[in-house]
């Protein structure tokens, strides 16, 4: 745990007591501070309680009192419209923060000097996290990982010199962390996604510029237009910035080529490493992926050996392009994370002969933008609320299935492709969709999917992910 020390002797309102929300209390706690804490869900609050953490309805709280309100991510802070809790800080002058700026607050006031490397964009960042803290574990470092991925951040051990905190951070947390300062900041791509939170795109690009805008190095993505925008406007600023590309070469910084990462200065370019014979990398989306943890790794001086390394033996995550089985040639791949279609292009254009599992809680735009992916699509299985939807915008250029359930789109696929006799035909689960109308969450749904794959006759298990 991290110790909120800075808010020491002071009152302060914690509204959110999921995961990160009670570490968040904790940590105040363990700092001293006076906390409140607060949440809609009754079970919460009990849950809360149990903990030990102080609780009572901040309706009938005294704001004026209060030094900060600590907001969980989840919970809206400007639209559709800002919560409550933020409507009673902001009339008592309250400043509204998140875990993400208490954390930044302890590592200036106790080691400024920790290594502190944040990650973020619309798409990629768990696995590029994940990569990134496997790297520096592989090579000897103390990583600790967390934030938007697993760990809440004040519930990891605090910053240290010679220690490593590598933290995915979503849209929601950058909102509510004003003073966002990582030693190396990685922006990854921004596509549109969360506009129901932040209410324009351009909005939400800018939310997403500010994790790379203080940052001592940038490290970014520029295969699209707007994080080259915020390449070139950072450099014009003076800000240190590498480029990353899995698209094309670069005169400067880290690019795939081939099957190959190189490094790219003024005076030459080289081969930094493989991605070949990594299933845990395949496909173009993951090679901007290896590209950041790479030039990541880097910068953080881990040697290319220690590199090389890091890469062959990294396993992934779950429910992110994870192969779950085999039926002799037939491979099954769990990508539940992916809920729009965006997340979903990077998966189908990752294989050839697919057996594509989609539907579920449609979002904006469906899946039309798809259509360039059609041809590697053998066959499509139509799973909940978009299945009627879905089937539209198929229908006469994808053959499909009404399937209805997961476990019976699971069946079909595996029925059609162990038919095929394609070198390896591919049963993907990549929804581009969300999955609230059947499953609690994508990790449900991704559970589901592997247990529905695992339970057919034959089907053997591949190692698990990390």
């Not at 209060?66 to 800080?89: C, E, I, N, Q, S």
């Not at 595996?414 to 109308?437: G, H, K, N």
């Amino acid at each position: 745990m991290i110790p909120a020390t800075s808010f020491n002797d002071q009152r302060v309102a914690v509204f959110g007591l999921g995961g990160s929300g009670r570490a968040t209390a904790a940590a105040l706690i363990a700092g001293g501070a006076d906390v409140v804490a607060w949440d809609d869900s009754p079970d919460r609050v009990g849950d809360a309680e149990a903990d030990g953490i102080p609780v009572a309805d901040l309706r009938d709280a005294d704001w004026a009192g209060f030094t900060a309100l600590l907001l969980a991510p989840g919970v809206p802070l400007t639209h559709p419209a800002p919560h409550w809790t933020v409507g009673r800080a902001r009339a008592a002058g309250v400043e509204v923060i998140g875990d993400i700026e208490v954390f930044c607050r302890e590592r200036r006031r106790h080691v400024p000097d920790a290594p502190f490397v944040a990650i973020t964009g619309t798409n990629g960042k768990s696995t590029t996290t994940a990569l990134i803290g496997h790297l520096l574990a592989v090579a000897g470092r103390d990583a600790q990982v967390g934030g938007n991925i697993g760990t809440p951040v004040l519930a990891l051990e605090p910053p240290a010199t010679g220690r490593f905190h590598v933290i995915e951070v979503s849209s929601y947390q950058i909102d509510l962390a004003p003073s966002l300062d990582p030693s190396i900041g990685v922006l990854l791509n921004i596509t549109p996604d969360h506009l129901d939170r932040h209410g324009t795109f351009a909005r939400y690009a800018a939310i997403k510029e500010r994790l790379v805008a203080a940052a001592d190095i940038a490290i970014i993505g520029v295969d699209e237009g707007p994080t080259q925008a915020i390449a070139d406007r950072l450099e014009r600023s003076g800000r240190k910035v590498i480029r990353v590309s899995a698209r094309r070469p670069l005169a400067e910084g880290y690019f795939v080529e081939g099957v190959t990462l190189r490094r790219a200065d003024a005076a030459a370019s080289e081969d930094v490493a493989p991605i070949a014979g990594t299933p845990a990398l395949r496909g173009v989306h993951n090679g901007e992926n290896a590209a950041a943890a790479v030039a990541t790794a880097e910068t953080l001086g881990l040697s290319g050996a220690d590199i090389r390394k890091g890469l062959v033996s990294f396993r992934g995550l779950h429910h992110r392009m994870e192969e779950v089985g085999r039926l002799g040639r037939v491979l099954f791949v769990n990508d539940s994370k992916a809920t729009n279609a965006d997340a979903a292009a990077k998966a189908l254009a990752s294989f050839d002969r697919i057996y594509w599992i989609a539907g579920g809680r449609a979002k904006e735009g469906g899946i039309a933008e798809l259509a360039s992916f059609f041809p590697r699509i053998v066959k499509a299985y139509l799973i909940g609320e978009a299945m009627d939807v879905f089937a539209e915008t198929l229908d006469g250029e994808v053959p499909f299935e009404r399937s209805g359930t997961l476990v019976a789109a699971v069946g079909q696929a595996a029925r059609d492709a162990s038919a095929d006799r394609a070198t390896e035909p591919v049963v993907l689960l990549s929804p581009a969709c969300a999955s609230f109308d059947q499953f609690d969450n994508f990790e449900r749904r991704g559970d589901a999917f592997r247990s529905a794959a695992l339970s057919l006759d034959g089907v053997e298990a591949r190692e698990e992910a990390a």
